[in-house]
């Protein structure tokens, strides 16, 4: 399983949306998958919805062409919250 933290409005994806819950979704994988198809497989679409992706906590340029593998974890962020990042 790969863990993905959901951030702002991308919220409505995760298997309890509710405010107060913890914006996780958990994607079942086998092998090593993009994270692109993590994210279509939730209902996501990385190229019109997400800004900012970090695997393992750390922040990737190419996020949505990197493979992931169970046991990863992948936090995203929507457009409307992109941030710069040095």
């Known amino acids: 399983m790969v863990e993905v933290r959901l951030y702002g409005r991308l919220r409505r994806f995760a298997q309890n949306p509710e405010v107060t819950a913890e914006s996780i979704a958990w ?8 994270v692109a198809e993590v994210l279509r497989r ?3 679409d990385p190229e019109k919805e997400v800004s900012n992706i970090f695997i393992n906590g750390r ?6 062409e ?3 593998r169970s046991g990863d974890r992948v936090g995203v962020f929507p457009k409307d919250m992109a941030m710069l990042y040095c």
């Open 27 to 34: 994607v079942p994988v086998e092998g090593e998958v993009k």
């Open 66 to 68: 990197r493979m992931v």
């Open 59 to 64: 922040y990737s340029y190419d996020a949505r």
């Open 42 to 44: 939730l209902g996501i």
